[in-house]
């Protein structure tokens, strides 16, 4: 096959050859190997080799893409005549190069010099092909005067710029070489001092370079895999970078990871994240056309519990507003199903009591949480979580760590996670956030806050006041009579009448959603009130006009009537009637905004589901091309998916039962993982051995 491959050094030479890309040679120190030249093919007379009298090297010396960090030169005195003569410099070659046809110019950049202007040096190159069996094939670039003299100060000087070379084909094992020398017709006979310098780097002095405009290509070799990770140990999600260091150019990659050695990635450099506590073997197969090779690595990556939990998922805060310091609400359940925005599944991994949950931010620092307590099951919760930072394109994480039989110590924490927090643990109201009204007696027991009714009222009224964009919210119960009124919401902190709360009792099962903006109060009937059961009620200030309200997160009620300004207080509490008994266990003051932020969950552990045990046959154990070979899955536990790979290079194959052609000679090895959403199992390895038409080995 013919590649061809142009090359540049200077920015026309780019312009000219628009975005092929170029390859340089440098002329190193390096003695070259393998198939050489003889040192000189030019039909000039020498009349001084500095390559064999005062070189560093006799033989020819090594081009490579890469410029080296010595300064070597092949210095010498020339012989002392007037007449025309000729110096030789040296030769070099390249390594073995792939079958292709180079097109394009080629530019030559050299580091010279003569101790006398008088003396009219003039760099000579030739360039040819050099056959793989030792021969001399043809001139690339004829022996040339560059019309440039040498300077009197060694300085890195293009002497040939782009000069054309066309459909010069090479077959694999060729190698290019160039030599260097000069002609000298001085005006003077004093003997004259010459010097090519090589071997430094290119933007040095002694960057001697030859440079063409098709990209120059060599013969695949198999690569020899290996590859490095970092961190190799950490908590879980423990998240480790792979580096490939494989050597000869591989062009494609297989990582197989995790415990049981599942097929993770086929990128060169992957990122990948260690879910679960454990131990794992990390292999990589590196290959291009001329093979693979593996590299095995067993124990490498130790992912150890973070938080004391076994399981975690992140999720995505989606807003349409950026928000700070802002309550996140989700519902966990500890049975199994398919989790939505507002409802997240555990599948059975948490504890009934719920204290193995805890919800940070990606590197695993805890955010403020907590539980609605006494509105919690054994298999269903509501929690709040504190984000610090929402953005407004739906990319903010968090992450949510749970399932730990042997957990004692819960972590959340409600005064960390809102604005407002009181839980009423202890014997007597906490008056550091509370200022009361009312001439009866308000009890705190069992976490609870009860407030007895009275003709006066009985009203709690948080120390800090909220404007708009803030809601309050509590578990709360009245046991009502005629004439009494409950209320949960804002109010003012002064003698006038503000309030945006539910309050007003208007007869069984009713009450008022209420607002008073001082100068008198306006209300909508709520129809959700009874004698017997706790409600966790809302009232939301989401902007100066109007509030909203509800209860049990369900029916939503609006008022925008006699809406006061300003900030106001968090309160419950009671009016009215000595009949009637309030009750709340909790009330918290939480941010909000008519577009509520929600979470979406990133990555959910499966349930119920376990990984295939992966394994297949196939149709033959010598293969004569150009026969097909058959591949079957007899993986167990369902796969739904399947990915093979043949060992040649070819592109890996996801039907479950495929064929295969196998165009070249030799033994590849057959990898199959089969995956379903419990998870990836990865068969043991087979091999196939493809022979010629000619005879089976």
Do not use: C
């Not at 490939?244 to 450099?269: F, G, I, L, R, V």
């Not at 290959?287 to 130790?302: F, H, L, V």
């Not at 509590?474 to 002064?494: D, Q, Y």
């Amino acid at each position: 096959m013919n590649i061809k491959i142009p090359i540049f050094i200077l920015l026309v030479s780019l312009l000219l050859v628009g975005t092929a890309s170029a390859t340089t040679f440098y002329l190193r120190d390096i003695p070259a190997t393998g198939v050489v030249p003889n040192a000189k093919q030019s039909a000039d007379t020498i009349t001084d080799d500095f390559a064999t009298t005062n070189a560093t090297y006799a033989a020819p010396a090594q081009m490579l893409e890469t410029a080296g960090s010595g300064t070597f030169s092949n210095t010498g005195t020339g012989t002392s005549t007037a007449d025309l003569h000729y110096t030789h410099y040296g030769t070099w070659v390249t390594n073995a190069l792939a079958a292709q046809t180079v097109d394009g110019t080629v530019t030559i950049g050299l580091s010279m010099l003569e101790t006398n202007a008088k003396q009219n040096l003039f760099p000579r190159v030739k360039i040819y092909r050099w056959y793989a069996n030792d021969t001399y094939a043809s001139d690339l670039l004829a022996l040339t005067d560059s019309g440039t003299e040498v300077g009197t100060t060694a300085s890195l000087v293009t002497y040939f710029s782009t000069t054309a070379i066309t459909s010069r084909t090479f077959d694999e094992g060729d190698r290019i070489v160039i030599e260097i020398e000069d002609s000298s017709d001085p005006t003077e006979t004093a003997a004259r001092i010459h010097t090519l310098q090589y071997g430094g780097a290119a933007a040095g002095a002694y960057g001697s370079y030859v440079t063409f405009s098709d990209t120059i290509t060599y013969p695949a070799v198999a690569p020899v895999a290996a590859f490095s990770g970092t961190p190799t140990s950490g908590d879980a999600p423990l998240e480790v970078t792979f580096t490939d260091a494989s050597t000869n150019t591989p062009t494609n990659w297989d990582w197989y990871m995790w415990a049981n050695e599942t097929k993770t990635s086929d990128d060169q450099n992957p990122v990948i994240t260690f879910t679960t506590a454990g131990t794992y073997n990390i292999r990589l197969y590196a290959s291009n056309s001329a093979g693979g090779d593996w590299e095995n690595k067993t124990g490498y990556i130790t992912s150890k519990n973070a938080n004391h939990y076994s399981n975690w998922t992140d999720f995505y805060v989606n807003s349409t507003s950026a928000q700070t310091d802002y309550q996140v609400k989700m519902i966990l359940d500890n049975r199994t199903g398919s989790s939505t925005t507002t409802l997240f599944y555990t599948n059975g991994t948490t504890r009934s009591d719920w204290i193995d949950v805890a919800w940070t931010d990606t590197s695993n620092a805890t955010l403020g949480f907590w539980k609605e307590n006494r509105t919690d099951t054994a298999t269903n919760t509501t929690w709040w979580i504190k984000v610090p930072s929402i953005s407004n394109d739906n990319t903010t994480k968090i992450r949510l760590f749970y399932g730990n039989a042997s957990e004692t110590t819960s972590y959340m924490s409600g005064n960390d996670t809102f604005e407002f927090f009181d839980d009423f643990e202890g014997s007597s109201l906490n008056m550091g956030k509370w200022t009361k009204s009312g001439t009866v007696t308000i009890t705190v027991s069992n976490s609870t806050v009860t407030f007895p009714g009275d003709a006066g009222g009985s009203w709690i009224k948080s120390i800090p006041t909220y404007g708009t964009n803030y809601t309050v919210r509590s578990r709360f119960k009245a046991n009502l009579w005629s004439g009494e009124s409950p209320a949960v919401g804002f109010v003012n902190a002064g003698t006038t009448n503000y309030a945006l709360i539910y309050g007003s009792y208007v007869t069984a099962g009713q009450v008022n959603l209420l607002a008073n903006d001082g100068t008198g109060a306006a209300s909508t009937v709520i129809t959700m009130m009874d004698n017997t059961s706790y409600k966790v009620l809302e009232v939301k200030r989401n902007s100066t006009t109007s509030i909203l309200a509800s209860y049990n997160d369900t029916t939503q009620f609006s008022h925008s009537t006699k809406i006061p300004a300003g900030s106001l207080n968090a309160s419950i509490g009671a009016a009215g009637d000595a009949g009637g008994t309030i009750f709340s266990d909790w009330i918290v003051v939480r941010k909000s905004t008519m577009f509520e932020p929600f979470l979406t969950a990133n990555v959910k552990i499966s349930g119920g589901v376990s990984a295939p045990v992966a394994s297949f046959t196939k149709s033959a154990t010598v293969l004569r091309i150009p026969k097909v070979l058959t591949v079957t899955d007899t993986s167990t536990n369902t796969p739904t998916s399947w990915e093979w790979s043949w060992g040649d290079g070819t592109a890996n194959s996801t039907t479950q039962n495929p064929t295969h052609q196998y165009t070249k000679r030799g033994i590849y090895t057959i990898n199959l993982a089969a995956i379903n959403a419990g998870g990836t199992g990865v068969a043991t390895a087979q091999t196939v051995r493809v022979v010629g038409y000619e005879n089976l080995w």
